[in-house]
């Protein structure tokens, strides 16, 4: 698999049936890694030890409604309140991020209203925060830490 520019993760991978396998800590269970898993499990592994994020507020592939239609998050992250707080779109390290990737993250955001987005192949990292109050958004240098966002969320 590709390098990413995140922080080495001690991941678990098996063959099954000659196909590769990754453990999913969240998930508890061993799934297929693809290129985009790849990056979800080291933006996983990412999120809990470098920016403290509890395992237990994270949801991956978490199921959602748009338009009558069924979609899926890959990373849900919610507040110490139980809010949603942040979404995370992952993509192949080869894919690259678009106005068209954000805007499939932004669509999961009308139902979910999350303060937080952020986009990744595992080479770009993108998180801006959204003030739905007043319709804007600001990009941010860096993906905050747990406790930068959680504070009365």
């Known amino acids: 698999m590709k390098t990413l520019t995140l922080p080495p993760a001690r991941l678990q991978i ?21 290129p985009e898993e790849w990056v979800r499990q080291h933006f996983l592994h990412y999120l ?54 954000f805007q499939q993250a932004a669509t999961y955001n009308m139902t ?9 192949n595992g080479i770009d990292h993108y998180v801006c925060h959204i003030d739905h109050e007043n319709h804007s958004f600001t ?3 860096e993906i905050p830490a747990f406790d930068e966002i959680n504070l009365n969320k």
């Open 112 to 120: 979910l209203r999350v303060p937080y987005l952020v986009v990744t």
């Open 48 to 101: 809990a030890t470098e920016k403290k994020y509890p395992a237990s507020l994270i949801c991956v592939e978490s199921g959602l409604t748009y338009n009558r239609r069924k979609k899926r998050s890959d990373i849900l992250v919610y507040s110490s309140q139980g809010n949603p707080l942040m979404i995370i779109e992952c993509k192949a390290p080869e894919v690259p991020v678009t106005e068209d990737v």
């Open 14 to 34: 098996r063959n099954e049936n000659g196909k590769p396998r990754i453990w999913d800590d969240f998930r508890k269970k061993y799934v297929s890694l693809t």
């Open 139 to 141: 990009f941010l240098r």
